[in-house]
């Protein structure tokens, strides 16, 4: 049936000519055998570019009646340990499905004028942003830094960025999902309208449903964004000042907040440079206190501004007074809104230039708890990772009262804890920086010291081997209900296999009768 299934759909035409799937048998070197992670290739057996959901449907029932095969959606290829791979499967080019005139705006009847973005699941937020802004001057309120990123991928994550402390992460911004099951159906799911689905799927890490569309939110979209920068020596008062920032009411709060660490010297990439903006901004290390440790901490906020608005031009300021960085490592740009979200594009740029982009990125995401955030910096930020990681160490807190315990995604206690995103850009080897073996040993190191020191932390794009590990990192209640949901919405596992975390089964077990 499969190779039925496989035969009619290579000779198709092009999902844009003729609305027709198209199975692409010859993967050698194909994309869908790697990711942006580049620590994992593995073949599939075919890549089916749906041009429909009924497409994707059609993908997994034919899976289901073919021994051993499964079925994994890649959007934009940025997994960084094959978690959207599926060897010896299938896998679903989401990017196929994500065409321009699928983005649809909806206004439902008596919803006093909410807005919202029907989309693709496997549309780039830059696509979103792009097509809200220009169309109709909205734009969703989360959002992730680096916008390549496709609305299905995130939305089987979390999705986070500086919006998320004060607007929720992005799988607290959608309000109705359509997902192809593990049994390929096609389900419309919403916090009203099976709703165990809905929140099953929402940082469900691909193991319930294929998201083929998403309605999200829509909000008027800012002009500018009033964006700025200052400096901290000590990491007690920038933790200090950046929850306090977080905790404030809305009307007296930023609309974007972030942090890194850096290199306390000139080193281009890890150190001083990456901290100035605009470009051409200098960072005077002389205004640095006596006794400046190897480490330094760059706060980063952003205030946004309204059309027809009139905000006090030195409002941002006022708010900022009271802080206790250093004074005169202070740095700001005022620039429009689209160009602020934009702005990672401008790295990606020089890392395709100096080829850093098609190196390994070894990349380790953790949620590390408030409480235990201060003994994470002098163990590993301080110890470990005191010479930099050649790429941004993100370190910014967020408020668990933002997140609806009711999805799948897995969290610190505590209402306050910690992005740490190390975000490794590897120079090439031998000759500009350590092996990726040496730096993946160093990850590991990192995730031991956690457990070891018995910080409350979780990963964040968890990539494990073992059931104890998973048990462990959703804890028991949450684990149980984790699996209870695979078996419900999945049952024989065919879909995200890259992930690890339940195996393919052959057949529905039975229900035993007593």
Not at 125 to 142: Q, R, Y
Request: aromatic residues 10%.
């Amino acid at each position: 049936m499969m190779l039925a299934y496989m035969d009619r759909a290579a000779s198709a035409a092009e999902p844009e000519d003729a609305g027709e799937p198209v199975v692409a048998e010859d993967v050698a070197g194909c994309a869908a055998a790697r990711d942006f992670g580049g620590l994992v290739s593995v073949r599939p057996a075919a890549v089916v570019r749906p041009a429909s959901a009924d497409d994707v449907a059609n993908a997994i029932r034919a899976a289901a009646l073919t021994a051993h095969l499964t079925v994994a959606a890649r959007g934009n290829g940025h997994s960084v340990a094959g978690q959207a791979m599926a060897e010896g499967g299938l896998v679903l080019d989401m990017r196929a499905l994500a065409v321009p005139r699928r983005m649809q705006l909806v206004r439902p009847p008596g919803g006093g004028g909410a807005a919202f973005a029907d989309v693709p699941g496997g549309a780039l937020w830059e696509e979103v942003l792009h097509w809200g802004v220009k169309n109709h001057g909205l734009a969703p309120a989360s959002w992730t830094d680096y916008l390549r990123l496709t609305v299905g991928g995130t939305l089987s994550n979390g999705g986070v960025s500086g919006q998320s402390f004060r607007y929720g992460p992005q799988v607290s911004n959608v309000a109705e999902l359509e997902v192809i099951t593990g049994d390929g159906e096609c389900r419309v799911c919403s916090p009203s309208s099976q709703s165990d689905l809905f929140f099953a799927v929402l940082g469900g890490l691909g193991q319930f449903g294929v998201i083929t569309r998403a309605r999200i939110p829509l909000h008027q979209a800012p002009q500018t964004v009033k964006w700025r920068r200052v400096v901290y020596a000590s990491f007690a008062d920038y933790t200090a000042d950046a929850e306090w920032l977080v905790t404030r009411t809305p009307d007296a709060a930023f609309d974007y907040l972030e942090g890194f660490a850096f290199v306390n010297s000139d080193d281009p990439v890890n150190g001083w440079p990456s901290v100035p903006i605009p470009g051409g901004a200098r960072f005077d290390p002389s205004l640095l206190p006596a006794g400046a440790g190897p480490v330094l901490y760059c706060l980063e906020v952003a205030l946004y501004q309204y059309p027809h608005q009139h905000r006090p031009d030195d409002e941002d300021k006022g708010m900022m007074e009271t802080l206790k960085y250093v004074r005169g490592l202070e740095f700001a740009a005022d620039i429009g809104y689209v160009e602020f979200l934009s702005r990672v594009n401008r790295a990606e740029e020089e890392a395709r230039r100096n080829g850093s982009w098609a190196a390994p990125h070894p990349w380790l995401n953790l949620f590390v708890s408030a409480r235990d955030i201060a003994d994470f910096d002098r163990a590993v930020l301080k110890g470990m990772l005191a010479d930099g990681i050649d790429g941004p160490m993100l370190v910014y807190p967020m408020l668990k009262s933002k997140w609806d315990p009711k999805t799948s995604v897995a969290l610190p206690e505590g209402e306050i804890f910690y992005l740490v995103a190390l975000l490794r850009f590897c120079r090439p080897y031998p000759g500009g920086g350590p092996a990726v073996d040496d730096l993946v040993a160093q990850n590991n190191a990192i995730l031991d010291a956690c457990g070891s020191n018995g910080y409350d932390f979780k990963a964040y794009f968890p990539h494990y081997r073992a059931e104890s590990d998973w048990a462990r990192h959703f804890g028991a209640a949450k684990w149980k209900l984790f699996a209870d949901r695979k078996a419900r919405y999945d049952p024989l596992a065919i879909l995200a296999p890259g992930q690890k975390i339940f195996p393919r089964a052959l057949s529905v077990a039975a229900p035993v009768i007593v």
